[in-house]
């Protein structure tokens, strides 16, 4: 039985969500519609290095979600899986974690997107768990701001050796795309870089001696 991590955006899927689920929110939440320029201004300073992604999602939790119910955005992130996600999915690589939990090894989505977002998808694909940017919610309501750090970079990696522990940590496989999972890849003993995204049945192993 094996330990494997999965990375969501540009792994699982073919691109990023966040642009089509932003719009999608705002579509379907009655925001004013200053907010999703807005958004989208923030995700170009995001691209190109202009600003973190812990300051995204902040930004995005503020303009978007803040004041809804948990609820309500549970159920439209549901309705966003079931109509938009589905043609987007990398097949290849959703493929390989449904087999590495057929047999039996601990699979986990390790992903800088929101908990309430990637959720629904660990009971779809029977994963064990996720580790996520975590949202505040207060009296059943979304507070507008993430608690800790957004799931990115080197956080992904401290989070799930402050769970596992190093020496389990160092055994893992793990499966991403981007260049801030090379904490994460370069650490475990088998890390598959997945891309490029025009091509994303191509994957690198980073495997250790």
Same mark, same amino acid.
């Given at each position: 039985?094996?330990? +494997?991590?999965?990375?969501?955006?540009?792994?699982?899927?073919?691109?990023?969500?966040?642009? @089509?689920? &932003?719009?999608?929110?705002?579509?379907?939440?009655?925001?004013?519609?200053? &907010?999703?320029?807005?958004?989208?201004?923030?995700?170009?300073?995001?691209?190109?290095?202009?600003?973190?992604?812990?300051?995204?999602?902040?930004?995005?939790?503020?303009?978007?979600?803040?004041?809804?119910?948990?609820?309500?955005?549970?159920?439209?992130?549901?309705?966003?899986?079931?109509?938009?996600?589905? @043609?987007?999915?990398?097949?290849?690589?959703?493929?390989?974690?449904?087999?590495?939990?057929?047999?039996?090894?601990? +699979?986990?989505?390790?992903?800088?997107?929101?908990?309430?977002?990637?959720?629904?998808?660990?009971?779809?694909?029977? +994963?064990?768990?996720?580790? &996520?940017?975590?949202?505040?919610?207060?009296?059943?309501?979304?507070?507008?701001?993430?608690?800790?750090? &957004?799931?990115?970079?080197?956080?992904?990696?401290?989070?799930?050796?402050?769970?596992?522990?190093?020496?389990?940590?160092?055994?893992?496989?793990?499966?991403?795309?981007?260049?801030?999972?090379?904490?994460?890849?370069?650490?475990?003993?088998?890390?598959?870089?997945?891309? @490029?995204?025009?091509? @994303?049945?191509?994957?690198?192993?980073?495997?250790?001696?």
């Amino acid at each position: 039985m094996s330990l +494997v991590f999965f990375d969501f955006d540009g792994t699982l899927t073919t691109k990023d969500t966040i642009w @089509p689920f &932003a719009t999608f929110l705002w579509a379907n939440c009655g925001r004013r519609r200053g &907010a999703r320029a807005s958004i989208f201004l923030s995700l170009m300073k995001l691209k190109l290095h202009l600003t973190s992604n812990h300051v995204f999602k902040e930004q995005f939790m503020r303009r978007l979600v803040q004041g809804e119910s948990k609820k309500g955005i549970e159920s439209l992130t549901e309705r966003f899986h079931e109509t938009q996600l589905e @043609p987007i999915l990398n097949r290849a690589v959703v493929r390989l974690l449904l087999e590495h939990v057929e047999q039996g090894d601990d +699979v986990y989505l390790v992903s800088s997107n929101f908990d309430f977002f990637l959720r629904p998808l660990q009971e779809r694909w029977n +994963v064990k768990g996720i580790f &996520a940017t975590q949202t505040e919610v207060r009296d059943g309501y979304f507070a507008g701001r993430i608690l800790g750090q &957004a799931c990115d970079g080197k956080e992904k990696l401290d989070r799930v050796i402050a769970c596992f522990g190093e020496r389990r940590t160092r055994e893992a496989v793990a499966y991403a795309d981007s260049r801030s999972d090379c904490f994460l890849l370069e650490y475990v003993k088998t890390g598959h870089w997945v891309g @490029p995204r025009r091509n @994303p049945g191509v994957m690198r192993s980073l495997s250790q001696a």
